[in-house]
């Protein structure tokens, strides 16, 4: 028999977990979408190449021009924006050569082949003097103290360095004229370490990869359990990853988003379900180490696992295919530093998670507290899929 009071108690507490994502990010400025800045240096024509991709939602709520602060803006109204837009961006966007300011020979937006939900706004600024030591300024959506994260690849050459633009770091200063041999190896070092931390950060800081790592801590039971099931997710999204970051294969992210929201809601229901049976034949929550009853469990968990990894590698592909890029003389250490990046992330939120839910699962309440854990995720997840659809 379903114990409908708690049900309520436990979707109510999904409510303000729904609540509670709203305060995920700075009120402010609110960040929904990676946004990066891709830069090349041309020191032959003495020119700076700025390409900024921002979400336009983003662009449009900060500047106060909407009131939506989730999904895409209609193409009539974003059109009718872009003359704001281009006024807000221009001055935020600058590059000095040697302490001087470089001035813009073009600038304007850069129309896409497909509808995305970003903007891409280009500036191209001519220096007067040979480049030397060229300081890249990116102050978009930054004039909070939490303000937006820039992902920056910086092309010069064949040197490729990456960085991030935030409110404490809003430049980047590189020198052109530096020793070719010392910048490559400088080049590759902050390649592996950069594109690593990104791994880091996009797993750690994406709630929706969070959520479902931690349905699949609330469904092993054990930590052998735990093993096999984050083995097969990790061998599942680094296929994805690899084959859709070098655009061997992959799916557009509309379908891929609400999909992922999707893989959360089906595991949250079945843990949900399988630890009401549990309750209701009147086991022991105490002494459970999964469920007996229920699709998530035995076999089936791992295959469930494996298959909903291969659906997270391609949105952990998106970062580096269409957002920041992999540098074409780095590919190999930026691919595996980004891999390993999110491996990281995974095993930090496993290491914190994971034995407070051993040790909720030995309490008297145990079981009705993996129900209301299982209830808020599912009411996190049904919000995301029906903004992602």
């Known amino acids: 028999m379903i114990d409908f009071r708690f049900v309520i108690r436990a979707l109510l507490l999904g409510f303000f977990a729904v609540v509670g994502v709203g305060f995920w990010t700075p009120a402010q400025a609110h960040q929904t979408a990676m946004s990066t800045l891709n830069v090349e240096i041309r020191p032959d024509s003495r020119e700076v190449d700025m390409l900024l991709a921002v979400s336009a939602i983003d662009l449009a709520s900060f500047m106060k021009l909407t009131k939506q602060s989730e ?37 304007g937006f850069v129309q896409p082949d497909k509808p995305m939900a970003a903007l891409f706004y280009r500036k191209t600024l001519t220096c007067d003097a040979p480049l030397g030591e060229v300081t890249l300024s990116n102050r978009v959506l930054l004039e909070e103290r939490e303000g937006y994260t820039h992902y920056g690849r910086i092309q010069l050459g064949e040197d490729i360095h990456t960085t991030v633009f935030n409110p404490e770091n809003p430049n980047y200063t590189v020198e052109v004229l530096a020793d070719t041999q010392a910048m ?17 950060l996009h797993i750690v800081l994406g709630p929706d990869h969070v959520l479902f790592v931690l349905c699949l801590l609330l469904a092993a039971g054990s930590f052998r359990r735990l093993i096999k099931v984050v083995t097969c997710f990790t061998l599942a999204h680094s296929i994805t990853l690899v084959i859709s970051a070098l655009d061997i294969f992959s799916i557009a992210p509309n379908i891929v988003e609400p999909l992922i929201a999707l893989s959360i809601i089906w595991v949250a229901v079945e843990i949900f379900m399988a630890e009401q049976r549990s309750l209701g034949a009147g086991e022991d929550s105490a002494k459970a180490t999964g469920f007996s009853d229920a699709f998530v469990a035995g076999k089936h968990l791992f295959l469930l696992t494996f298959a909903f990894g291969l659906l997270h590698g391609f949105g952990f592909s998106y970062v580096l295919r269409d957002e920041v890029s992999l ?16 491996e990281l992330g995974q095993i930090a939120v496993v290491c914190v998670a994971f034995p407070l839910i051993l040790w909720m699962r030995k309490q008297r309440w145990g079981g009705r507290g993996v129900q209301a854990l299982s209830a808020a995720v599912l009411a996190v997840a049904l919000f995301w899929f029906v903004t992602r659809i």
């Open 184 to 200: 490559a190896e400088q080049s590759v070092f902050e390649v592996v370490s950069d594109f690593m931390w990104l791994g880091v």
């Open 327 to 342: 540098p074409t003389g780095a590919l190999v250490p930026a691919l595996f530093s980004f891999n390993l990046g999110v």
């Open 71 to 107: 999904g895409v803006i209609e193409p009539a109204l974003r059109a009718q924006l872009e003359p704001q837009f281009a006024a807000y961006l221009s001055p935020k966007l600058r590059a000095q050569n040697n302490g001087e300011n470089c001035p813009a020979s073009s600038e």
